[in-house]
């Protein structure tokens, strides 16, 4: 997914009174406006699996699962970002229709264009929410999970999960295999010549 500046400058009421508007979907920063475009078939996969095996998952608790086209505020660092997969647990954030405010954990999926954006300035945006206990990055080409932890002493702690590991999303006390998050994420140029 890259991101694409837009002329336009909002405060964040503006924001939202214009994206809802728009055919696409646009991160907010600081007053900035940023076009969200195109994304390669293995993000969408790789995204709608997580859902899925999350949504599944979570069924019948307190916790809801969103897949893309749901905004994450952060009021703190006066930002609105649409993450490939948010979950919250929090009640509050049925109070706000247009987005959610108190995440548990939130994914992004890495693409070449977007990945120093999501390792940097937007999870240190995110680090800003208080109710934010795991911060997951997808690496398709590696074939890596990085799930980002605040432990007690508040402070963040990678955890790295390869194909064959166990991911432990230990916000939600769950377990999932790597392998369901990759299920059918091949590019067709990496598959075998039988198989393209």
């Known amino acids: 997914?890259?991101?694409?500046?837009?002329?336009?400058?909002?405060?964040?009421?503006?924001?939202?009174?214009?994206?809802?508007?728009?055919?696409?979907?646009n991160e907010y920063i600081a007053g900035e406006?940023?076009?969200?475009?195109?994304v390669r078939l293995s993000h969408n996969v790789a995204t709608g699996?997580?859902?899925?095996?999350?949504?599944?998952?979570?069924?019948?608790?307190?916790?809801?699962?969103?897949?893309?086209?749901?905004k994450t505020r952060v009021e703190a660092a006066d930002c609105f970002f649409y993450p490939d997969v948010v979950v919250t647990c929090d009640a509050r954030d049925c109070a706000t229709p247009d987005y959610i405010s108190h995440p548990l954990l939130v994914v992004e999926?890495?693409?070449?264009?977007?990945?120093?954006?999501?390792?940097?300035?937007?999870?240190?945006?995110?680090?800003?929410?208080?109710?934010?206990?795991?911060?997951?990055?997808?690496?398709l080409p590696a074939k890596r999970l990085e799930i980002f932890r605040r432990n007690a002493e508040q402070h963040w702690v990678l955890y790295e999960y390869f194909d064959g590991d166990e991911i432990d999303f230990a916000s939600l006390s769950l377990k999932l295999p790597?392998?369901?998050?990759?299920?059918?994420?091949?590019?067709?140029?990496d598959l075998p010549a039988q198989q393209a």
């Open 49 to 70: 699996n997580l859902y899925n095996a999350l949504r599944n998952a979570l069924r019948g608790s307190p916790c809801r699962v969103y897949i893309e086209s749901v």
């Open 178 to 189: 790597v392998a369901t998050v990759l299920e059918d994420t091949e590019e067709i140029a």
């Open 1 to 25: 997914m890259a991101l694409v500046r837009e002329n336009a400058k909002f405060d964040a009421a503006g924001y939202l009174a214009w994206e809802a508007e728009q055919p696409n979907r």
């Open 109 to 139: 999926v890495l693409s070449e264009t977007t990945a120093a954006f999501d390792r940097g300035d937007k999870f240190a945006a995110y680090r800003k929410l208080e109710s934010l206990q795991e911060y997951v990055l997808v690496d």
């Open 33 to 38: 406006v940023f076009a969200m475009v195109g």
